[in-house]
């Protein structure tokens, strides 16, 4: 896939529209705990960590797909047993371009930041397509056109609304 967004990302940096604050849950946590935690912040994603590295993101779709569907008790199932892997994380300093094209072509809408610290590397923020999309409005056109283009037809059905 060909991903052409120089009206207006050039120069970019994915540290210029990344939150900082992010919210994380160990993976022993139960689902329980990681819903409470993301009705508190107001979220629809966690970062998942075990020993204190990121071990995964913890959405409201991994939630409803894999626990409630299947009628499980989310006290019972821990959040590491369910989260979305493998994780693609980037560092904070990378073009916000390279970014945007790892997210539609492995279909993710967040990336981990992380940067190293001292021999370790720390989490730093998160990337949101919403995020993007929200700080750069003329991104939309461009991601709707790469969707468009590369979604299989019965899908771009469900996407377009035509009264």
């Not at 529209?17 to 994603?45: F, L, P, Q």
């Not at 989310?74 to 916000?96: F, K, T, W």
């Not at 610290?117 to 919403?130: A, C, K, N, T, Y």
Request: aromatic share 2%; hydrophobic share 45%; with cysteine.
């Amino acid at each position: 896939m060909t991903l052409s967004l120089s009206r207006g990302c050039m120069g970019l940096h994915i540290e210029d529209v990344t939150i900082r604050k992010v919210v994380t849950i160990d993976s022993d946590a139960s689902v329980k705990e990681a819903t409470n935690k993301m009705n508190n912040h107001s979220t629809s994603s966690l970062v998942v960590l075990s020993e204190n590295k990121v071990d995964g993101i913890l959405t409201t779709r991994d939630i409803v797909s894999r626990v409630v569907a299947k009628g499980l008790d989310p006290n019972d199932i821990q959040v590491g047993e369910i989260a979305s892997r493998p994780v693609v994380m980037m560092r904070p300093e990378a073009p916000l371009e390279e970014a945007i094209k790892i997210m539609l072509q492995r279909k993710i809408k967040k990336i981990p930041l992380v940067s190293e610290r001292e021999d370790r590397v720390m989490l730093v923020g998160l990337l949101s397509l919403s995020d993007v999309i929200e700080y750069h409005s003329g991104l939309f056109s461009i991601l709707w056109e790469q969707i468009i283009l590369t979604a299989p037809a019965d899908e771009i059905e469900d996407l377009v609304c035509v009264a």
